[in-house]
């Protein structure tokens, strides 16, 4: 067998006493380990050969994470409050101490966590972040709503490294995690984002956007649609109790019409049985609304009902509500109305 050129035995010949046999074999599986990781950055991606690094496992990352571990793959995960990621480790997990420890046991790692700053410090942190471990051909998958330029950022850090970095945020809520239908939209090299597929498809649909940024881009108009929906939702119900209707017989006549949208399916029957259990926090869509204003006074755009939709929601976070779900909207609406939509009909179960 030739040996490879890179393996440092110069050293070891030229010393005075031959080189033992164990400190031959040592050398060459590190020789042989290194080569093998220079080639995995271009073998399909499975449970045989790929080892998965999750950050985050609140609300949407754990019931994420737990598909990937039903899927076969081997996980590691990092928390900093440990006891949300116990059911994970329940299922197989190993746990990390860091990002960074979590990073050097990966070959991709996934992040999904609260704010920007939070990515900034799981993953580009040199002393405790991911990419200072992550070894040459890694892949970071950012699956946070995020700043697109904070995208950009970490794509050419993480190519500066030899690694790949795809920023790929989700939609569907909570929901959407549990029966992995989550819509995924990425951004980044398009090779690297079909080489994630087999992840990608154990969570959901993965859409392609384009480059670095461009998943960002995607999930924040997502968000300013959902935005204006969920105004339209939460006014129409208070303008059904009003009007004497039976607020439930209204949300699932209109279900099937052209008012019917994802947010009534999701939302409808918990706003009328008082269920404001996030699936998808008030405070965190504070942040992702801020995010899409500052983008658009950058763009020149004006966008009035995303700016409405910004400031009902904050209302909620002024009082409050902000570890509330999105679904709490209704809350600020009937503040605004003096009116409470208790009792105001029957669930459509």
């Known amino acids: 067998m030739p040996m490879p050129s890179s393996l440092p035995l110069t050293g070891l010949l030229r010393s005075a006493s031959p ?6 074999y040592l050398l060459l599986r590190r020789a042989m380990s290194s ?16 080892r998965v690094g999750w950050i985050g496992t609140g ?11 039903g899927a076969g793959f081997a996980v590691t995960v990092f928390n900093r409050t440990v006891s949300k990621a116990q059911p994970l480790l329940d299922m197989g997990a190993r746990l990390a101490d860091s990002p960074r420890s979590l990073a050097a046991l990966s070959d991709v790692v996934f992040s999904i966590v609260g704010y920007p700053s939070d990515v900034r410090s799981v993953l580009l942190d040199p002393s405790s972040g991911a990419l200072a471990s992550l070894r040459p051909g890694g892949v970071l998958v950012d699956m946070t709503t995020s700043d697109p330029s904070l995208a950009e950022e970490i794509s050419a850090a993480a190519s500066a490294k030899g690694c790949h970095a795809v920023d790929a945020p989700v939609s569907g809520g909570d929901r959407g995690a549990r029966n992995a239908a989550l819509a995924i939209f990425a951004g980044g090299d398009p090779a690297t984002v079909r080489r994630l597929e087999p992840l990608f498809s154990v969570m959901g649909k993965v859409n392609y956007m384009g480059g670095p940024g461009k998943g960002q881009f995607a999930k924040l108009g997502n968000q300013i649609t959902i935005a ?26 209109i279900s099937t019409g052209a008012a019917g949208s994802k947010s ?3 939302y409808g029957n918990r706003i009328l049985q008082r269920d404001f259990e996030a699936g998808f926090y008030v405070n965190h869509f504070v942040k992702d609304l801020g995010i899409c ?13 995303l700016a409405l939709a910004q400031q009902l929601y904050l209302s909620l976070k002024a009082h409050g509500e902000g ?3 999105t679904q ?15 009792n105001a009909g029957s669930p459509n179960v």
């Open 59 to 69: 609300v949407m990352g754990r019931s994420m994470c737990g598909h990937l571990i």
């Open 293 to 305: 204003l500052k983008e658009c006074e950058r763009m020149g755009l004006a966008l009035p009902g």
């Open 264 to 266: 009534l399916d999701l």
């Open 323 to 325: 570890n509330l779900g």
């Open 228 to 253: 204006s929906t969920m105004v339209g939702l939460v006014e129409g119900m208070v303008y059904a109790y009003k009007a004497g209707l039976d607020v439930g017989m209204f949300v699932s006549a």
């Open 19 to 24: 080189p033992s046999f164990s400190a031959l």
């Open 35 to 50: 080569a093998a990781a220079a080639t995995t950055a271009s073998d399909p991606i499975a449970p045989s050969n790929t």
């Open 328 to 342: 709490a909207l209704i809350l600020a609406l009937e503040r605004l109305n003096n009116v409470k939509l208790e």
